[in-house]
């Protein structure tokens, strides 16, 4: 097994939508970002990347190229999938928090969920996504954004075979 962390946060921002987990979810404010801002989305990149060795997001995805100019952060995952999948490891499981003062998400985590998993190719009980508030302390808490932590174990035991 190989594991693997994640961290990321993005500030609030008018007239954008709020995308979380590769879902949409109504608020007022999205997040501001050069992809659609989908931090837990990034979290877990980070988290698969970390686990495989292979840096972090921004090095895969530089926000200085257009190319990723509001892109759907679920084609940006699935890139990660796949390059883990060229390298013969596969996610065993992925474990996901949520940091928010508002939204209230409790309503959509299972829609998460059934979209990471599918991203994953893992059944839905391997993915699991928890959302908290960090009781109005901090930059989450004054509602400036959100923060998203992800921890993911990678299978190695083909790659391993491989080698
Ligand atoms: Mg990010």
Same mark, same amino acid.
């Given at each position: 097994?190989?594991?693997?962390?994640?961290?990321?946060?993005?500030?609030?921002?008018?007239?954008?939508?709020?995308?979380?987990?590769?879902?949409?979810?109504?608020?007022?404010?999205? !997040?501001? #970002?050069?992809? /659609?801002?989908?931090?837990?989305?990034? @979290?877990?990149?980070?988290? &698969?990347? =970390? +686990?495989?060795?292979?840096?972090?997001?921004?090095?895969?995805?530089?926000?200085?190229?257009?190319?990723?100019?509001?892109?759907?952060?679920?084609?940006?995952?699935?890139?990660?999938?796949?390059?883990?999948?060229?390298?013969?490891?596969?996610?065993?499981?992925?474990?996901?928090?949520?940091?928010?003062?508002?939204?209230? !998400?409790? #309503?959509?985590? /299972?829609?998460?969920?059934?979209?990471? @998993?599918?991203?994953?190719? &893992?059944? =839905? +009980?391997?993915?699991?996504?928890?959302?908290?508030?960090?009781?109005?302390?901090?930059?989450?808490?004054?509602?400036?954004?959100?923060?998203?932590?992800?921890?993911?174990?990678?299978?190695?035991?083909?790659?391993?075979?491989?080698?």
């Amino acid at each position: 097994m190989l594991i693997g962390q994640g961290i990321d946060a993005h500030r609030f921002a008018p007239h954008r939508r709020l995308i979380l987990g590769g879902i949409e979810v109504p608020h007022p404010l999205g !997040l501001e #970002a050069h992809s /659609d801002g989908d931090v837990v989305l990034h @979290a877990l990149c980070d988290a &698969l990347l =970390g +686990a495989a060795g292979l840096g972090d997001i921004g090095h895969h995805f530089p926000d200085s190229d257009d190319a990723f100019k509001d892109i759907d952060s679920r084609v940006l995952l699935r890139r990660v999938v796949q390059a883990l999948a060229e390298r013969d490891l596969r996610v065993h499981n992925a474990d996901l928090t949520v940091v928010a003062q508002a939204p209230k !998400l409790a #309503a959509y985590i /299972d829609a998460m969920r059934e979209c990471i @998993a599918a991203d994953l190719d &893992l059944p =839905g +009980a391997r993915v699991n996504i928890k959302a908290t508030t960090s009781e109005r302390m901090g930059f989450t808490g004054r509602g400036e954004g959100i923060a998203a932590f992800a921890v993911v174990l990678l299978d190695d035991s083909e790659a391993a075979i491989a080698l």
